[in-house]
Protein backbone atom coordinates (compact mmCIF):
# COMPACT_ATOMS: atom_id res chain seq x y z
CA UNK A 1 0.00 0.00 0.00
CA UNK A 2 1.08 3.49 -0.54
CA UNK A 3 2.76 5.49 1.99
CA UNK A 4 5.01 8.41 2.67
CA UNK A 5 7.67 6.42 4.60
CA UNK A 6 8.25 4.59 1.48
CA UNK A 7 10.37 8.51 0.61
CA UNK A 8 12.55 7.24 4.04
CA UNK A 9 15.70 6.58 2.10
CA UNK A 10 15.56 9.79 0.15
CA UNK A 11 15.27 12.05 2.86
CA UNK A 12 18.10 10.08 4.66
CA UNK A 13 19.98 10.94 2.05
CA UNK A 14 19.38 14.72 2.34
CA UNK A 15 19.68 14.88 6.05
CA UNK A 16 23.13 12.50 5.81
CA UNK A 17 25.36 15.33 5.89
CA UNK A 18 23.67 17.04 8.83
CA UNK A 19 24.01 13.38 10.35
CA UNK A 20 27.22 13.42 10.33
CA UNK A 21 28.02 16.58 11.25
CA UNK A 22 26.18 16.32 14.39
CA UNK A 23 27.77 13.11 15.00
CA UNK A 24 31.55 14.95 14.94
CA UNK A 25 29.92 17.49 17.58
CA UNK A 26 29.09 14.72 20.02
CA UNK A 27 25.21 14.61 19.54
CA UNK A 28 23.99 10.99 19.85
CA UNK A 29 20.86 9.12 18.71
CA UNK A 30 19.35 9.78 22.36
CA UNK A 31 20.20 13.99 22.15
CA UNK A 32 17.87 13.66 19.06
CA UNK A 33 15.56 11.27 19.92
CA UNK A 34 14.65 13.47 23.63
CA UNK A 35 14.94 16.84 21.49
CA UNK A 36 12.10 15.50 19.17
CA UNK A 37 9.54 14.44 22.29
CA UNK A 38 10.24 17.77 24.20
CA UNK A 39 9.81 19.39 20.94
CA UNK A 40 6.60 17.33 20.69
CA UNK A 41 5.43 18.41 24.45
CA UNK A 42 5.45 21.97 23.93
CA UNK A 43 3.71 21.86 20.23
CA UNK A 44 1.01 20.11 21.80
CA UNK A 45 0.86 22.46 24.90
CA UNK A 46 0.76 25.32 22.32
CA UNK A 47 -1.79 23.95 20.15
CA UNK A 48 -4.19 23.35 23.21
CA UNK A 49 -3.26 26.62 25.02
CA UNK A 50 -3.44 28.99 22.05
CA UNK A 51 -5.61 27.48 18.83
CA UNK A 52 -8.98 28.07 20.25
CA UNK A 53 -8.06 31.52 20.00
CA UNK A 54 -6.06 31.83 17.25
CA UNK A 55 -6.15 28.40 14.49
CA UNK A 56 -3.81 30.33 13.08
CA UNK A 57 -1.47 28.83 15.86
CA UNK A 58 -2.44 25.17 14.31
CA UNK A 59 -0.05 25.99 11.57
CA UNK A 60 2.67 24.93 14.22
CA UNK A 61 2.04 21.49 13.55
CA UNK A 62 3.12 20.55 9.84
CA UNK A 63 5.84 22.49 10.81
CA UNK A 64 6.52 20.86 13.79
CA UNK A 65 5.82 17.30 12.19
CA UNK A 66 8.08 18.20 9.78
CA UNK A 67 11.20 18.86 11.91
CA UNK A 68 10.30 15.63 13.97
CA UNK A 69 10.32 13.52 10.82
CA UNK A 70 13.27 14.98 10.04
CA UNK A 71 14.63 14.32 13.68
CA UNK A 72 13.30 10.69 13.69
CA UNK A 73 15.40 9.99 10.70
CA UNK A 74 18.49 11.35 12.06
CA UNK A 75 18.89 9.85 15.38
CA UNK A 76 18.10 6.36 13.24
CA UNK A 77 20.73 7.12 10.89
CA UNK A 78 23.32 8.10 14.02
CA UNK A 79 22.16 5.33 15.58
CA UNK A 80 22.90 2.59 12.94
CA UNK A 81 25.56 4.49 10.75
CA UNK A 82 27.37 5.81 13.93
CA UNK A 83 28.19 2.80 16.10
CA UNK A 84 25.43 4.41 18.41
CA UNK A 85 22.64 1.78 18.82
CA UNK A 86 21.97 0.73 22.37
CA UNK A 87 18.69 -0.72 24.00
CA UNK A 88 18.02 2.26 25.65
CA UNK A 89 17.93 3.99 22.28
CA UNK A 90 15.42 1.67 20.83
CA UNK A 91 13.16 1.88 24.14
CA UNK A 92 13.26 5.53 24.21
CA UNK A 93 12.91 5.97 20.48
CA UNK A 94 9.78 3.49 20.16
CA UNK A 95 8.11 4.81 23.66
CA UNK A 96 9.04 8.92 22.28
CA UNK A 97 7.19 7.78 18.89
CA UNK A 98 3.54 6.35 21.08
CA UNK A 99 3.84 9.41 23.40
CA UNK A 100 4.88 11.96 20.47
CA UNK A 101 1.66 11.07 18.89
CA UNK A 102 -0.42 11.28 21.62
CA UNK A 103 0.56 14.33 23.22
CA UNK A 104 0.04 16.06 19.53
CA UNK A 105 -2.82 14.69 18.10
CA UNK A 106 -4.94 14.78 21.39
CA UNK A 107 -5.15 18.41 21.90
CA UNK A 108 -5.59 18.60 18.14
CA UNK A 109 -8.40 17.13 17.61
CA UNK A 110 -10.21 18.34 21.16
CA UNK A 111 -9.03 21.85 19.64
CA UNK A 112 -10.80 20.68 16.16
CA UNK A 113 -13.71 19.77 18.33
CA UNK A 114 -13.98 16.02 17.42
CA UNK A 115 -15.78 14.33 19.66
CA UNK A 116 -14.45 12.88 22.50
CA UNK A 117 -14.85 8.99 21.42
CA UNK A 118 -13.39 9.89 17.83
CA UNK A 119 -10.11 11.03 19.59
CA UNK A 120 -9.76 8.05 21.81
CA UNK A 121 -10.60 6.18 18.78
CA UNK A 122 -7.76 7.63 17.04
CA UNK A 123 -5.34 8.06 19.11
CA UNK A 124 -5.60 4.30 20.76
CA UNK A 125 -5.25 2.77 17.30
CA UNK A 126 -2.35 5.14 16.54
CA UNK A 127 -0.68 3.18 19.72
CA UNK A 128 -2.05 -0.04 18.73
CA UNK A 129 -0.23 0.29 14.77
CA UNK A 130 3.07 1.17 16.62
CA UNK A 131 2.74 -1.73 18.84
CA UNK A 132 1.72 -4.29 16.18
CA UNK A 133 4.56 -2.96 14.23
CA UNK A 134 7.01 -3.87 17.16
CA UNK A 135 5.65 -7.33 17.98
CA UNK A 136 7.01 -8.05 14.36
CA UNK A 137 10.49 -8.82 15.98
CA UNK A 138 9.26 -10.86 18.70
CA UNK A 139 7.79 -12.98 16.24
CA UNK A 140 11.29 -13.20 14.51
CA UNK A 141 10.20 -11.20 11.38
CA UNK A 142 11.70 -7.42 11.32
CA UNK A 143 9.92 -3.98 12.84
CA UNK A 144 7.10 -2.83 10.22
CA UNK A 145 6.39 0.06 8.97
CA UNK A 146 3.67 -0.47 6.72
CA UNK A 147 1.13 2.28 5.90
CA UNK A 148 -1.38 3.10 4.91
CA UNK A 149 -1.12 5.42 7.68
CA UNK A 150 1.80 4.71 9.72
CA UNK A 151 3.29 7.34 11.84
CA UNK A 152 4.80 9.60 8.88
CA UNK A 153 1.21 9.24 7.28
CA UNK A 154 -0.22 10.76 10.07
CA UNK A 155 1.91 13.36 9.90
CA UNK A 156 1.38 14.21 6.91
CA UNK A 157 -2.61 13.78 6.88
CA UNK A 158 -2.89 15.74 10.15
CA UNK A 159 -0.31 18.54 8.80
CA UNK A 160 -3.14 19.09 5.88
CA UNK A 161 -5.90 18.94 7.95
CA UNK A 162 -4.24 21.74 9.87
CA UNK A 163 -3.10 23.92 6.48
CA UNK A 164 -6.93 23.38 5.36
CA UNK A 165 -8.97 24.67 9.04
CA UNK A 166 -6.77 27.69 8.92
CA UNK A 167 -7.44 28.30 5.65
CA UNK A 168 -11.52 27.62 5.34
CA UNK A 169 -12.33 26.99 8.86
CA UNK A 170 -13.63 23.27 8.04
CA UNK A 171 -16.91 22.32 9.64
CA UNK A 172 -16.93 20.14 12.81
CA UNK A 173 -18.70 17.23 10.36
CA UNK A 174 -16.31 17.21 7.79
CA UNK A 175 -13.40 16.91 10.34
CA UNK A 176 -15.43 13.82 11.77
CA UNK A 177 -15.75 13.01 8.77
CA UNK A 178 -11.64 13.06 7.82
CA UNK A 179 -11.31 11.43 10.91
CA UNK A 180 -13.43 8.63 10.28
CA UNK A 181 -11.38 7.75 7.24
CA UNK A 182 -8.35 8.26 9.28
CA UNK A 183 -9.61 5.69 11.95
CA UNK A 184 -10.58 3.35 9.25
CA UNK A 185 -6.86 3.94 7.42
CA UNK A 186 -5.43 2.79 10.95
CA UNK A 187 -7.35 -0.47 11.20
CA UNK A 188 -5.99 -1.30 7.44
CA UNK A 189 -2.72 -0.65 8.74
CA UNK A 190 -2.77 -2.59 12.02
CA UNK A 191 -4.01 -5.67 9.65
CA UNK A 192 -1.70 -4.85 6.90
CA UNK A 193 1.40 -5.11 9.63
CA UNK A 194 -0.22 -8.35 11.11
CA UNK A 195 -0.46 -9.95 7.05
CA UNK A 196 3.73 -8.41 6.43
CA UNK A 197 5.36 -9.50 9.82
CA UNK A 198 3.33 -13.10 9.52
CA UNK A 199 4.68 -13.40 5.94
CA UNK A 200 8.18 -12.24 6.63
CA UNK A 201 10.91 -14.61 5.69
CA UNK A 202 14.44 -14.80 7.19
CA UNK A 203 16.98 -14.39 4.36
CA UNK A 204 18.41 -17.53 5.08
CA UNK A 205 15.38 -18.96 4.77
CA UNK A 206 14.01 -17.99 1.39
Do not use: C
Not at 27 to 53: D, K, L, R
Not at 110 to 121: E, K, P, R
Amino acid sequence: MISVYQLKSKFQNILRPLTNYLASAGITANHVTISAFVMSAIVGFVIYEFAPQNNIALLILPVSLFIRMALNAIDGMLAREHGQKTRLGAILNELGDVLSDTIIYAPFLVVLGVGQYITLTVISLSIISETVGIMGIQIGADRRYDGPMGKSDRAFWFSVIAILEVSFKLSTSVINVLAGIIIVLLIFTIFNRIKKALEFKPAEDK
